[in-house]
């Protein structure tokens, strides 16, 4: 039984939330065989002020781009 997690940023609808699990789900079965019934997806989402890259967080990043348009 494949279990996948995926960790994203929240926000996305949920249309393209049920896409991507579709699409995990059948690389799963298409590469490794494995039965349909048998995949589990874990999708979590975290907050943008959750998630840092080069010491700074995608929240601060946002905020510091919407203040240069300013």
Do not use: C, W, Y
Request: proline fraction near 7%.
């Amino acid at each position: 039984m494949p279990i996948i997690e995926v960790n994203m940023l929240e926000g996305r609808p949920p249309d393209a939330k049920e896409r991507l699990i579709q699409a995990l789900t059948d690389a799963a079965v298409t590469s490794i065989g494995a039965p349909r019934d048998s995949v589990r997806i874990i999708l979590r989402e975290m907050p943008s002020g959750h998630f840092a890259v080069g010491g700074q967080s995608f929240a601060a990043k946002a905020a510091a781009k919407a203040a240069k348009k300013e």
